[in-house]
């Protein structure tokens, strides 16, 4: 079976950076990715490894380690609008189905 | 814009009634998904379709059913045998490939009443 493990909640103050971990067990791997949800919406694309290392996006930064099976999401110059929860999500063998973490909330404070 | 909608955005079902949600998508993408979400939990995966005609059971299948009989339409039908309904309901879209990221719909929001 899969399954994935990351924090459920997470606190930071504006400005700060906040890492967000996630470790994973599957049977195969297609890599890792993560959305990002506000209460309430629709979850949202954020980033994708498939090679470990590290990729950037603006504020955003995510990192895979596929040898600890271990990535995390790197949020930079926290804004308070990033109070929402991250899910970090894996493909299955088939590579079709995605299976989701439960989930860290993050809690931006002022 | 192209995009993904589900409707209606809430919904309130009677015991013993079978609901359908509606999704449709104008982003050509051949894979569409439907998922649950309880309060504080992840995304867990109801039925998933690769292409018109065809689709699979995900995790927490039994009680649902859905049908793909256009490209852009992927309806979920939530029938009586789902004893346990209340949840945000999540349709979502990808092209299909080695990998490609879901677009989410809106979401429905399921009541018994």
């Known amino acids: 079976g899969q399954s994935l493990e990351q924090p459920s909640e997470v606190t930071a103050v504006e400005g700060a950076i906040v890492q967000i971990n996630c470790t994973y067990q599957t049977s195969g791997f297609y890599g890792l990715s993560w959305y990002q949800q506000h209460d309430g919406g629709a979850p949202t694309f954020l980033s994708y490894?498939?090679?470990?290392g590290l990729e950037e996006t603006g504020r955003f930064s995510s990192f895979l380690s596929r040898s600890d099976s271990y990535g995390y999401l790197l949020l930079q110059e926290l804004q308070m609008k990033d109070s929402a929860s991250y899910f970090c999500?894996?493909?299955?063998?088939?590579?079709?189905?995605?299976?989701f973490g439960a989930g860290t909330r993050l809690f931006v404070k002022a | 814009d192209g995009g993904i909608t589900q409707s209606p955005k809430y919904l309130f079902r009677k015991e013993g009634q079978n609901v359908t949600l509606s999704c449709e998508q104008n982003l050509n993408h051949d894979a569409m998904y439907w998922y649950r979400q309880d309060p504080g939990q992840g995304l867990r995966l109801i039925y998933y379709?690769?292409?018109?005609?065809?689709?699979q059971k995900g995790d927490i299948a039994e009680g649902y059913s859905v049908s793909r009989e256009k490209k852009e339409s992927f309806p979920l039908t939530v029938t009586s045998a789902q004893k346990n309904p209340t949840a945000f309901y999540l349709c979502?879209?990808?092209?299909?490939?080695?990998?490609?990221?879901?677009?989410f719909g809106d979401g429905t929001r399921l009541s018994i009443l």
């Open positions: 379709s690769q292409i018109v005609n065809d689709f």
């Open positions: 490894n498939a090679l470990d």
């Open positions: 979502a879209s990808s092209l299909t490939g080695t990998y490609q990221p879901q677009h």
């Open positions: 999500a894996v493909r299955d063998t088939g590579g079709f189905k995605t299976i």
